[in-house]
């Protein structure tokens, strides 16, 4: 194909630079707004192309050296090669964006900026590669490249990956044929070690190895296929059975695979803005509640909480952190939301449903409810502005609440994906 100049006029929702060129659409990573480049077509669909940057002809003063050596093939980050400041605006333009287009006529706020733009992850995924070398998935391919090393989290989170990558490249037994991938998490200085098998291994000499180290560790192992998808709930191995978070003033049992949000600062300052919207004596519901912390969070403010989550071992967790923080007014139903909010709201009076479901937004069945039963305030956190916008604009016009902020946060710094906080209100009130 081709060399073209193209100069880039837009930002495109997942870090790249937009430009049209010969009547077609074309999108460059690692090209920014204001910038011209020289790029080749490598995809062309019906509506637009992908072209690959060969070169910068004039360079955006927002353009910086990105810190990873392995930026640009692997597909953690992409906006590394962009100042921080920008990346911010850029994420609030695109959620402006798309609020603009769905005709829902609100204003986003600044996004809140994380603490740490590098190191502030608590948790990894990584792939056990066809050399038995631990890395992360190469950009746009399940090709799993060598990586050692990630700017995403901190100095000693990376003397920990490395040293859990030596043990697998050495030891045959942890070779890709059995461990599909490694989770590790840091909990208050503990390292959790989930790994993901296709058999059981034995364990001693790992063990052995972390011991030496002196990794202050938690090791769990997960039966998986030929994916990262668990079969069944994790099972423990060896090291802190019991690992626990204090915060907020609640203590709390970390599970294995339980979801966490990966940035400490930042799920603080989510949770301060979310419980500051929820008066004394409400009734909410919490709905995609993962392992209870907000949930209970807010119990200690409101009358009655009901925590809706489908996965068993992140309810269980709910279930256990209610007990060892005599906490009462709290229920914490395992199931799909889908059947069990219309069911909810259906039977019960309820103030405040709050919303953090995963990428694919919330399912209609429970939009539907919302519309029908109308509770006072609808709180929605979303880590993907398209599926959020989508509802929102269901949730407006079906049962005519008004927007009260949209207020994002950079929970993922140095990638597009960004988490956003609504809350909306009856407009009667
Ligand atoms: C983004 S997480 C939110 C977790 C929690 N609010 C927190 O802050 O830790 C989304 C959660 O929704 C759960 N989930 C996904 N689909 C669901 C469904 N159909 N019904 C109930 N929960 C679901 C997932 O297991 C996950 O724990």
Redesign the pocket.
Known sequence: MDEMELTIQSNGMDGEGVARYNGKVYFVDGAILGEVVVAREVKSNKNFSRAELIRVVKKSNDRCEPKCKYYGVCGGCNLQHIKYEEQLKIKKDNIQNLIKKSGLGANVNDVFASEKCFGYRNKVKLFVGNSNELGFNKRNSNEVITINRCELVDENFNKIIEKIGFFIKNNAKFSHFYVKCVVIRVIDNVYTITLMLNKRINFDEFEAYLKMNKINYSLSYCLTKENDIPLYPACFVGGISDVMLNEFGIKYPVFPLA???VNNYIKNKVYEMIVDGIEKDEIVV??????G??SAIIAQKAKWVYA????KS?VDACVELCKRNNISNLTAIN????ELIPKLLGENYVDTIIL???RRGV?QRTIESIIKNKPRRVIY?S?NPATLVRDLKMVVDGAGYSIRYIQPFDMFPQTSEVETLVELELESL
């Open positions: 979801f966490l949000q919490d709905a995609y509640s993962g392992s912390l907000l809706v989550e489908i996965e992140s199931g799909d939301c889908a953090d479901p995963a399912d956190l880590c």
